[in-house]
């Protein structure tokens, strides 16, 4: 599975925009780029995915670049609540043999200030 | 009902003991997986499931033996574990088919402790 790497930490505080990127610059043509979330002692929740267009859902923002080597994932107004590990996640395409696959790297560690 | 339960929420067991994890959907979804985390670190696969049969094994010792019984229940039968299989179990389910749009729904896991 191609790689991603995402900063280890970072900070925010409470009702501001954060813009959590991803680089994954080994992407291939039918990758694509999930992410998943991991609040305080809870099961991994998913947040958005994507292709090549930018994409928009209740949770967060999603925008990729045009040469798709990096993503950024955008919570529009984060909350305490948004406090958790974020991962950047690529799922190859169907019938490959990374078959329902969920590698998931690092993650970011994102803490949200009142 | 978009929920994946997880049964028990904590275990503790010694090395010698034989223990089950279960984990429950009623989302219809017929891919069940098992992930393992340990502290601080990301979960990592272990098994997958896909219309009750086991289509991924990603090198789990034997003292691991998962079973699906029928599409919406999955169970981790534990036996002779060591210390340091102490950890987070995941389970979790989606669509089958290994398409990568599925979205996996994940259960809140069980926290085992071996000693």
């Known amino acids: 599975d191609a790689k991603t790497t995402q900063p280890n930490s970072m900070e925010s505080n409470e009702e501001e925009p954060v813009h959590l990127p991803c680089n994954h610059s080994?992407?291939?043509?039918?990758?694509?780029i999930h992410w998943y979330r991991q609040l305080p002692s809870q099961g991994p929740e998913y947040v958005i995915h994507g292709l090549t267009s930018n994409v928009n859902n209740r949770m967060a923002s999603l925008a990729i670049a045009e040469d798709r080597k990096s993503s950024t994932l955008i919570l529009h107004r984060a909350t305490l609540r948004d406090a958790a590990v974020y991962y950047c996640i690529l799922r190859g395409g169907a019938g490959g043999t990374s078959y329902g696959k969920l590698t998931f790297g690092q993650g970011t560690i994102l803490t949200v200030h009142p | 009902d978009t929920e994946v339960t997880q049964t028990p929420k904590h275990l503790v067991m010694g090395m010698t003991n034989k223990k089950s994890l279960k984990c429950e959907q009623h989302m219809g979804h017929r891919a069940m997986y098992w992930y393992k985390q340990k502290a601080k670190k990301p979960p990592e696969l272990m098994f997958v499931?896909?219309?009750?049969?086991?289509?991924i094994n990603e090198s789990v010792p034997s003292r691991f033996s998962p079973e699906c019984p029928n599409s919406s229940l999955l169970n981790l039968h534990l036996h002779a574990l060591q210390p340091e299989d102490s950890a987070l179990y995941l389970c979790?389910?989606?669509?089958?088919?290994?398409?990568?749009?599925?979205?996996?729904?994940f259960g809140p896991g069980t926290r085992l402790t071996v000693l």
């Open positions: 979790a389910s989606s669509q089958a088919g290994g398409h990568p749009i599925n979205e996996q729904f």
């Open positions: 080994t992407i291939s043509g039918t990758d694509y």
């Open positions: 499931y896909s219309y009750e049969k086991l289509s």
